[in-house]
């Protein structure tokens, strides 16, 4: 299976700075069709997981536009621009090229 | 809007069964497939299958194999998740996820609200 390997693991945060969280994967996610196939995920405390970024760089509908997403290959990264009290809860990284489907550990994002 | 929602919490001994359901609406519910993903207490995400709603095609995570069966129920347009032999590290919050009609490349794009499995005698 794809190893994906997030960092950090905790991520503490003043309101209103940046976050960055980086994600790699044990093997390229570049899938036949040309496309990588890199998903960020946010799960707020007590609810599901709700997708925010697919294929690497593309936002879901409603997501704020100071989430972004970027990477290529093996590296991804997902940016925060200014952080907000609602951006609390564990982010996954998740790779859909390669079967089965897997998942970083998750980064925890506290307001410091 | 896309909806699933999944049926209620469920409690259950070592070694018996438990089957959740997931119903869908909102969308053409066999152009898309559906998975499965566990999330044991204060733990990550585990990706269980996948199942096609459109010709019923399944896939299962090995560690599964055996233990694990996903169907659907075109005419209601709802997902089924069946686990068999349970033990105790199976307690986990269990949520389906709205997928691509074919397993790879893998996508899941909208969630159910997640149903509680605790096995404990």
């Known amino acids: 299976d794809v190893v994906m390997t997030q960092s950090p693991l905790s991520l503490p945060v003043t309101l209103g700075q940046p976050a960055s969280i980086s994600c790699r994967s044990s093997q390229s996610l570049v899938y036949s069709d040309g496309n990588t196939y890199l998903n960020w995920f946010q799960q707020r405390p007590g609810q599901s997981p709700r997708r925010l970024i697919y294929k690497v760089s593309n936002w879901d509908s409603g997501v704020p536009d100071r989430f972004s997403g970027s990477g290529s290959g093996t590296d991804f990264t997902l940016k925060i621009s200014r952080v907000e009290a609602e951006d609390v809860g564990v982010y996954y990284c998740m790779q859909g090229t390669h079967w089965p489907g897997t998942f970083g550990q998750g980064t925890k994002l506290e307001i410091k | 809007q896309v909806q699933l929602v999944q049926s209620g919490a469920e409690v259950k001994k070592p070694g018996a069964s438990v089957k959740v359901s997931c119903k869908a609406s909102g969308y053409t519910f066999t152009s898309y497939g559906i998975s499965w993903v566990r999330q044991a207490p204060g733990q990550g995400l585990e990706w269980m299958g996948w199942i096609s709603a459109y010709n019923g095609n399944t896939n299962y995570a090995q560690k599964l194999q055996g233990r694990v069966t996903m169907t659907t129920d075109t005419s209601t347009s709802t997902a089924y998740m069946e686990l068999r032999s349970l033990r105790s590290d199976d307690t986990a919050v269990y949520y389906c996820?709205?997928?691509?009609?074919?397993?790879?490349?893998?996508?899941?794009?909208?969630w159910g609200q997640g149903t509680l499995v605790t096995v404990s005698s």
């Open positions: 996820a709205r997928s691509n009609i074919v397993v790879v490349p893998a996508d899941f794009d909208y």
